[in-house]
């Protein structure tokens, strides 16, 4: 009967998606976005960038223009993702096991009592994914996620000096986005900086990232995303490696509910071998990331874990790891099942289809079954507590469970993810903030005098409201910051406005001051602290911009430029142009420029090589 069912259901599901032969068809840009969404989820990054096109092209004509940025912020992840394809790594999978998100970090084979759980002194908050912050007892730097005045999280390190810690600040540019950087791991060596990020270069959610010390730059490097199946669709986070080099373990939400994640525990390698995978349904495969042994028998499964002597307890112990293990497959399979329904329904192959009907149908099959040993292990479980009941044994299910859960053997494996404890609340004596002085250009509600009225070295525009006999009140400043006060030769006091860069902000700002109030204000220059004419600043000033220099990056890839890698360029290099141009054997090459600043194009050639183009050179631009 259930046969029949599904049988019918395929067909409808078939007719109404797909009323045009295999083909879905639809002029609604909601539907083809969501259609797109699913296909990304299932790795079908081609197909899904087909919907998309077709909804962008709705949009435009509709001059949406808010839609169709956040349309292109989808395709530009399907486009990521369609370039990572060609760099997947098939890791030796030892475990995985399914927790809570509440505590699953518990599990890690970290130093115990490492973890502080957040709220706390280093983090505010714990939204989302982020739980914790990693600060083992006697560590002398620590590195954490936190909220900023937007609220969005960024990595900070703070550092014991004597008998405080630095004040926390952010590492660097390159591991800053517009999005949020969540459990950042430092390798055992100190060399390699471990994170997740939802806002670089990548396939969607939270990707996992590292990002390498230079000894050279005293910096750390530009982050590489991690690839396939580190990184998915989903949102995958917390990467270590042990301190003996065994294992690679991180965590991910693919395929699980809302409250819970898998944990995976990978064999390490130092030097892995990646390679293409062009089919979605490779993809797919990769990212379950079972282990290498039949994980789908649970009750042919050894539990162990720390128990009493006591026959009785260790019965009932035994039994409530084998209802907790039946639960977890029956959501695995449930999980599974609802994942290979959505490719049935997204797929236009005919052979796939009925490959997946096949295994859709098998596994229907098997959930009845799991279902009734799991209904027979709950109840032989109520049995065992009434036998204690009449024997008189006052039992806590809560601690029992507790004891069973410190240490689980990973699905088909001897290896023991075992809990460890919570540290205790962080106490940090932390370095007075320096309140530092904005010498930005505004209009306040009150005026501000600048406190330090020195000018800084380099030619600098100012603009002079007044003078006066006696000294001025901020009330008299008519709301300007930051404003300067000197004593001229004569004994009056001069008040000038801002300190400028260029003769083009101080000229941007000048009808502003008068508006306010000061219709007689002026602009004066300085070189190196004493003031010139303004002429002569301006001289000086087209002088420097013409001794100024600027570099490019070259790169000559195996073929033709990808959109894929052209758009990621785009991306790190802010939108910087890309001109093709050819080498002197005849090969195509590609010149990213100019930068002002050699070390911005030096970032980008590092981000082209970790994307697998080795041929990159950074060239100062020839005048």
Same mark, same amino acid.
């Given at each position: 009967?259930?046969?029949?069912?599904?049988?019918?259901? +395929?067909?409808?599901?078939?007719?109404?998606?797909?009323?045009?032969?295999?083909?879905?068809?639809?002029?609604?840009?909601?539907?083809?976005?969501?259609?797109?969404?699913?296909?990304?989820?299932?790795?079908?990054?081609?197909?899904?960038?087909?919907?998309?096109?077709?909804?962008?092209?709705?949009?435009?004509?509709?001059?949406?223009?808010?839609?169709?940025?956040?349309?292109?912020?989808?395709?530009?992840?399907?486009?990521?993702?369609?370039?990572?394809?060609?760099?997947?790594?098939?890791?030796?999978?030892?475990?995985?096991?399914?927790?809570?998100?509440?505590?699953?970090?518990?599990?890690?084979?970290?130093?115990?009592?490492?973890?502080?759980?957040?709220?706390?002194?280093?983090?505010?908050?714990?939204?989302?994914?982020?739980?914790?912050?990693?600060?083992?007892?006697?560590?002398?730097? +620590?590195?954490?996620?936190?909220?900023?005045?937007?609220?969005?999280?960024?990595?900070?390190?703070?550092?014991?000096?004597?008998?405080?810690?630095?004040?926390?600040?952010?590492?660097?540019?390159?591991?800053?986005?517009?999005?949020?950087?969540?459990?950042?791991?430092?390798?055992?060596?100190?060399?390699?900086?471990?994170?997740?990020?939802?806002?670089?270069?990548?396939?969607?959610?939270?990707?996992?990232?590292?990002?390498?010390?230079?000894?050279?730059?005293?910096?750390?490097?530009?982050?590489?995303?991690?690839?396939?199946?580190? =990184?998915?669709?989903?949102?995958?986070?917390?990467?270590?490696?042990?301190?003996?080099?065994?294992?690679?373990?991180?965590?991910?939400?693919?395929?699980?509910?809302?409250?819970?994640?898998?944990?995976?525990?990978?064999?390490?390698?130092?030097?892995?071998?990646?390679?293409?995978?062009?089919?979605?349904?490779?993809?797919?495969?990769? =990212?379950?990331?079972?282990?290498?042994?039949?994980?789908?028998?649970?009750?042919?499964?050894?539990?162990?874990?720390?128990?009493?002597?006591?026959?009785?307890?260790?019965?009932?112990?035994?039994?409530? =790891?084998?209802?907790?293990?039946?639960?977890?497959?029956?959501?695995?399979?449930?999980?599974?099942?609802?994942?290979?329904?959505?490719?049935?329904?997204?797929?236009?192959?005919?052979?796939?289809?009925?490959?997946?009907?096949?295994?859709?149908?098998?596994?229907?099959?098997?959930?009845?079954?799991?279902?009734?040993?799991?209904?027979?292990?709950?109840?032989?479980?109520?049995?065992?507590?009434?036998?204690?009941?009449?024997?008189?044994?006052?039992?806590?299910?809560?601690?029992?469970?507790?004891?069973?859960?410190?240490?689980?053997?990973?699905?088909?494996?001897?290896?023991?993810?075992?809990?460890?404890?919570?540290?205790?609340?962080?106490?940090?004596?932390?370095?007075?903030?320096?309140?530092?002085?904005?010498?930005?250009?505004?209009?306040?509600?009150?005026?501000?005098?600048?406190?330090?009225?020195?000018?800084?070295?380099?030619?600098?525009?100012?603009?002079?409201?007044?003078?006066?006999?006696?000294?001025?009140?901020?009330?008299?400043?008519?709301?300007?910051?930051?404003?300067?006060?000197?004593?001229?030769?004569?004994?009056?006091?001069?008040?000038?406005?801002?300190?400028?860069?260029?003769?083009?902000?101080?000229?941007?700002?000048?009808?502003?001051?008068?508006?306010?109030?000061?219709?007689?204000?002026?602009?004066?220059?300085?070189?190196?602290?004493?003031?010139?004419?303004?002429?002569?600043?301006?001289?000086?000033?087209?002088?420097?911009?013409?001794?100024?220099?600027?570099?490019?990056?070259?790169?000559?890839?195996?073929?033709?430029?990808? =959109?894929?890698?052209?758009?990621?360029?785009?991306?790190?290099?802010?939108?910087?142009?890309?001109?093709?141009?050819?080498?002197?054997?005849?090969?195509?090459?590609?010149?990213?420029?100019?930068?002002?600043?050699?070390?911005?194009?030096?970032?980008?050639?590092?981000?082209?090589?970790?994307?697998?183009?080795?041929?990159?050179?950074?060239?100062?631009?020839?005048?």
């Amino acid at each position: 009967m259930k046969r029949v069912f599904f049988t019918i259901y +395929i067909l409808l599901l078939g007719f109404f998606l797909f009323p045009a032969g295999l083909q879905a068809r639809t002029d609604l840009p909601d539907s083809l976005i969501v259609q797109g969404e699913l296909l990304h989820a299932q790795y079908d990054f081609d197909a899904a960038l087909d919907a998309y096109e077709q909804a962008l092209e709705i949009l435009e004509s509709r001059d949406d223009s808010l839609e169709v940025l956040l349309l292109k912020d989808k395709m530009l992840l399907s486009e990521n993702g369609r370039n990572m394809s060609g760099f997947a790594y098939s890791p030796y999978v030892v475990a995985k096991h399914r927790f809570s998100l509440d505590d699953f970090y518990l599990y890690y084979p970290l130093q115990d009592r490492s973890w502080r759980v957040a709220p706390n002194q280093l983090d505010s908050s714990a939204i989302g994914l982020s739980k914790a912050v990693y600060a083992p007892d006697e560590v002398m730097k +620590i590195y954490f996620s936190a909220e900023d005045e937007d609220n969005i999280r960024n990595i900070y390190v703070t550092e014991y000096q004597d008998t405080v810690w630095t004040r926390p600040a952010l590492l660097n540019e390159h591991l800053v986005s517009p999005a949020n950087e969540i459990y950042p791991m430092l390798s055992s060596d100190g060399r390699t900086l471990y994170f997740a990020s939802e806002g670089l270069y990548g396939v969607g959610g939270y990707d996992i990232y590292m990002s390498e010390w230079s000894d050279q730059d005293n910096d750390w490097s530009v982050p590489v995303n991690m690839g396939f199946p580190y =990184s998915s669709p989903a949102d995958d986070f917390l990467l270590i490696n042990t301190d003996d080099d065994r294992y690679t373990l991180f965590a991910s939400n693919r395929e699980c509910s809302t409250d819970s994640v898998w944990v995976y525990v990978l064999e390490y390698d130092n030097m892995p071998v990646r390679r293409a995978l062009d089919e979605p349904q490779q993809l797919r495969d990769l =990212s379950v990331l079972d282990p290498s042994f039949d994980s789908l028998m649970p009750e042919e499964k050894e539990i162990s874990a720390d128990i009493p002597e006591n026959v009785d307890t260790r019965k009932y112990m035994d039994k409530m =790891s084998e209802v907790r293990a039946l639960r977890d497959s029956l959501s695995n399979y449930n999980s599974l099942l609802e994942n290979e329904r959505n490719s049935f329904a997204l797929s236009n192959d005919y052979a796939e289809r009925t490959r997946l009907t096949d295994i859709i149908l098998r596994r229907e099959s098997r959930i009845p079954q799991l279902q009734d040993s799991l209904d027979r292990a709950v109840a032989h479980l109520q049995k065992i507590e009434m036998e204690f009941l009449f024997s008189g044994v006052v039992i806590d299910p809560d601690k029992m469970m507790e004891e069973a859960d410190h240490e689980v053997v990973g699905d088909a494996t001897a290896y023991t993810f075992t809990k460890m404890n919570l540290g205790d609340p962080l106490e940090l004596r932390m370095m007075e903030p320096e309140k530092k002085f904005d010498y930005s250009f505004k209009i306040l509600d009150k005026g501000q005098f600048a406190e330090d009225n020195t000018i800084p070295d380099g030619i600098v525009y100012q603009i002079q409201i007044f003078s006066a006999i006696n000294k001025a009140s901020e009330k008299s400043l008519k709301g300007l910051s930051p404003v300067f006060e000197r004593r001229n030769s004569g004994g009056r006091y001069v008040y000038r406005v801002g300190l400028f860069n260029s003769y083009n902000d101080v000229l941007s700002k000048l009808n502003t001051v008068k508006k306010v109030g000061f219709r007689t204000a002026f602009i004066v220059a300085y070189i190196d602290g004493k003031e010139v004419t303004v002429s002569k600043a301006r001289s000086s000033e087209s002088k420097a911009v013409k001794e100024q220099k600027f570099y490019q990056v070259t790169l000559v890839p195996s073929g033709e430029l990808d =959109s894929e890698l052209s758009e990621g360029i785009r991306q790190q290099a802010d939108g910087k142009d890309i001109a093709r141009s050819e080498t002197e054997d005849g090969k195509a090459a590609y010149i990213i420029g100019p930068f002002g600043d050699k070390g911005k194009a030096d970032s980008l050639a590092s981000f082209i090589k970790a994307m697998g183009v080795a041929d990159v050179t950074v060239s100062e631009i020839l005048k």
